[in-house]
Nanobody, 116 residues
Framework: QVQLVESGGGSVQPGGSLRLSCAAS????????MGWYRQAPGQRRESVAT???????DYADSAKGRFTISRDNAKNTVYLQMNSLKPEDTAVYYC??????????WGQGTQVTVSS
């Protein structure tokens, strides 16, 4: 079982920045892909950004050019730097990791609110 602890959410004005962090507990199996997802009220959960163990990244179109995902394999931690935030970025952001044996774990979610 992998425990995920997220931090860094909060409220910010449009154009502001936030940095999310997600630390995964040590596990028997190596963590492969790590990612961030978000879910706005009344909307489906959607992928924001993912990163492989080797550092290959993938972003949703809405995140490209504004968000940067990174990870520290030694710390089993993934980060999401969010710049130029917009009101439509308001959502609960979830961290997710998938082990090399294809088991997926989710964090509890952290609220991000962008409002003036």
């Amino acid at each position: 079982q992998v425990q995920l602890v997220e931090s860094g959410g909060g409220s910010v004005q449009p154009g502001g920045s936030l940095r999310l962090s997600c630390a995964a507990s040590r596990n028997r199996f190596t963590i492969g892909v790590m990612g961030w997802y978000r879910q706005a009220p009344g909307q489906r959960r959607e992928s924001v950004a993912t990163i492989t163990r080797g550092g290959n990244t993938d972003y949703a179109d809405s995140a490209k050019g504004r968000f940067t995902i990174s990870r520290d394999n030694a710390k089993n931690t993934v980060y999401l730097q969010m710049n130029s935030l917009k009101p439509e970025d308001t959502a609960v952001y979830y961290c997710s990791v998938r082990t090399i044996v294809e088991t997926t774990y989710w964090g509890q979610g952290t609220q991000v609110t962008v409002s003036s």
